[in-house]
């Protein structure tokens, strides 16, 4: 009986940590970090994605693009990058809907230089 109860509780454990490790990765995702789900959408679909500032260069470079949320405040929208909100840039938001219909940025990683830095957002056809 005892090894049965060691063994219950062994499976609640190990699916208990599996799940938290998921929801982390979830997180991580909806926060705009930088390189999460990156190879996900690269091939398909960041790969095509041209800048709308004028220079039609790509949005997409190494892992700045990302899977993140969007909000609409007042008279302008912001996006989530690195697990802080930004102001959109209108000239970077290209007029697509993401294979997954939801918010994606390309953005360096945010550190004192890079700061605030857009290439491109896709907005959720809702938006």
Same mark, same amino acid.
């Given at each position: 009986? #005892?090894?049965?109860?060691?063994?219950?509780?062994?499976?609640?454990?190990?699916?208990?940590? =599996?799940?938290?490790?998921?929801?982390?990765?979830?997180?991580?995702?909806?926060?705009? $970090?930088?390189?999460? +789900?990156?190879?996900?959408? $690269? %091939? !398909?679909?960041?790969?095509?994605?041209? #800048?709308?500032?004028?220079?039609?260069?790509? &949005?997409? /470079? %190494?892992?700045? &693009?990302?899977? =993140?949320?969007? #909000?609409?405040? /007042?008279?302008?929208?912001?996006?989530?990058? +690195?697990?802080?909100?930004? /102001?959109?840039?209108?000239? =970077?938001?290209?007029? @697509?809907?993401?294979? +997954?219909?939801?918010?994606? @940025?390309?953005?360096?990683?945010? !550190? +004192?230089? =890079?700061?605030?830095?857009?290439?491109?957002?896709?907005?959720?056809?809702? /938006?």
């Amino acid at each position: 009986m #005892r090894f049965v109860r060691t063994n219950w509780r062994l499976v609640i454990a190990t699916l208990g940590g =599996t799940f938290s490790m998921f929801l982390g990765l979830c997180a991580a995702a909806q926060e705009g $970090h930088y390189g999460v +789900d990156h190879e996900k959408w $690269h %091939q !398909d679909f960041y790969a095509k994605l041209k #800048r709308n500032d004028g220079s039609r260069m790509p &949005c997409c /470079s %190494q892992n700045d &693009c990302r899977p =993140t949320q969007s #909000r609409r405040v /007042s008279n302008h929208y912001e996006v989530k990058v +690195d697990g802080r909100w930004l /102001s959109v840039p209108d000239n =970077t938001i290209i007029d @697509v809907i993401a294979p +997954d219909g939801g918010a994606h @940025v390309c953005a360096p990683k945010q !550190d +004192d230089y =890079t700061k605030g830095v857009l290439f491109c957002v896709i907005l959720p056809p809702d /938006s």
